[in-house]
């Protein structure tokens, strides 16, 4: 018995320290957001301070405003994400319920471009959009996060697609209705949720990209993950600011992942259970 | 392109209803499908050809006068390129201990995990996390507020416990380590949610039937948990070894493939030689590398999933 209590509280502690490695880079660095410059730079680290809220005023309406960025950041998501459904969604629907011709193949089309290194594809892109002046445009990153957010979004909805019962359609088409009507007014709102989810992954996805947003970003163009960089140079890091904008950066998706937290391990997951031919 | 316009095509009198409607629903089916497949073709087809074709090509930003036609020139000097030995090493490295790492820490957590009675729900959530976050910004977290020596959090942990203060990401003994550190802890709780998923899945009656047969909970884990989780392990491991071999912005932020190129990966190599040093051309042949030792990892990987 008292080893079994042993045993018990070892496991505990050990999963403890495992939630806590996870959970502490986190919040430090949202905690360093509300403290003063002094106080972040305290040595040994502080976890007792006054908070205060300056380093979030100085970043949102300081000289060196971030609200632009952070404007920038939610046009190339929002853009990304209306783009992609607006092709995703007839695709997966054809994809999921319709005889395809070369059906398979194509299948296999949209998981090989998943695997595409980023690297490969940014050097052509670089070049063609220099050459039609598509550097530092939205509709020149909106159109390259295509590359990854498209094939992703198809698969994800196929699968969504693939769980209605198929005398859905039938019906509807017995009732006289034509095929674009039955997908648009009888599928469509069967499949809100799946919708709903790919939404938020396809959002989150390009939020975060950074490899493609690094090359064509500038002046007009330049989402919240490239101007963290302004606060940390070889001179000095503006510690308390660059922690209130990672905190802002990380707030969406930090928002959005609690919401879609049930759909998450499918989300992450759904290409490669396609791709081995398992449901 | 033509798919969009044979909608409306009137379709013969004296055709059988059943094909003609089955000729409708391809066309259909072709129309719905064209727009995205151009869109694909567009955004990664096109753009790869144009890589395999730039990289036949002498192409320099800095010196555009000697741009031409090189042929395979690119690849000649890239098999003599001990920069580009050194980057694939640093990439088979960083890939096979992050992804080894991830898989035992995760699976061993996904275990203690399944067992609790209580507080699953809670793992669950903080594991979200940092999956979810972008790896730049996990990045700079860990580069300023974890790893600065004197001021960073780990720096003073490993004070405090007498291992001394380190140059973390500055030293060329520990860089790679420490990237490959803050790459598991980004990634081991997908992991981590993944095998929970599959342990939660597994059928109780088996695991009865082998406490009847008092089996050992060593003999339990080895005859059948780890054969049933066989397909989910695997599937982890093929897709966090892509996203490992494709890894850019954690290391770009954090070392920027320094110091010297210490934790230079493949990736890395190929972005610097394009887009700071401007050799566009040599930095093509880099990337149609790193695609090809892509490619030859993943299928090395679909052949051991499909073996047994």
Known sequence: MKGHKLRLALLLSVSGLFLLAWIFPIFWSLLNAFKSEQDVLAYPPKLIFSPTLAAFRDVLFGPTSIVPNLVSSFIISIGTTIVTMVLAIPAAYALARLRVPGKKWSGFYVLATQMLPPVGIIIPYFLILRDIGWIDTYQGIILIYLSFSLPFAIWLLVSYFEDLPFEMEEAAFIDGASRLMTLWRIILPQVRGGVAVTVVFVFLNAWNEFLFAVVLSGNVVRPVTISMFNFVSVEQTLWSKLAAVSALAMLPVIILGIIAQKHIVKGLTVGAVKGGGRR | ?308
């Open chain 2, 1 to 308: 392109m033509t798919k969009a316009t044979t909608l409306d095509v009137p379709v013969g009198g004296r055709a059988d209803p059943a094909r003609m409607m089955e000729g409708r629903e391809r066309r259909f089916a072709a129309a719905l499908l064209a727009p995205a497949f151009i869109a694909l073709m567009a955004t990664t087809t096109f753009p790869l050809l144009h890589l395999g074709w730039t990289s036949l090509h002498r192409m320099d930003l800095a010196m555009p006068f000697m741009d031409g036609f090189v042929g395979l020139d690119n690849y000649r000097e890239l098999l003599g390129d001990p920069r580009f030995w050194s980057a694939l090493g640093v990439s088979l490295v960083y890939t096979f201990s992050t992804v080894i790492l991830q898989v035992v820490l995760g699976l061993a957590l996904a275990l203690l995990v399944n067992g609790m009675k209580r507080g699953q729900a809670l793992f669950r959530i903080v594991a979200i996390l940092p999956v979810v976050l972008s790896p730049a910004v996990v990045g700079m977290v860990w580069r300023t507020f974890m790893l600065t020596p004197e001021f960073g959090v780990v720096d003073y942990l490993s004070m405090t416990a007498g291992l001394g203060s380190h140059n973390w990401l500055g030293d060329p003994s520990l860089a790679l380590f420490s990237v490959v550190v803050i790459h598991t802890w980004q990634w081991t709780p997908f992991a981590f949610m993944v095998l929970l998923a599959s342990l939660a899945a597994l059928p109780e009656d088996i695991y009865e039937a082998a406490r009847i047969d008092r089996a050992s909970p060593w003999l339990c884990f080895v005859r059948i948990t780890l054969p049933l989780l066989r397909p989910a392990i695997v599937m982890v491991i093929i897709m966090r070894t892509m996203v490992a071999l494709t890894a850019f912005a954690a290391i770009f932020t954090v070392t920027g493939g320094g110091p010297g190129t210490a934790t230079e990966i493949l990736n890395l190599y190929a972005y610097r030689k394009s887009f700071t040093e401007l050799s566009i051309g040599y930095g093509s042949a880099l990337a149609v590398a790193l695609l090809i030792f892509t490619l030859v990892i993943t299928g090395v990987l679909f052949a051991l999933r499909r073996a047994k």
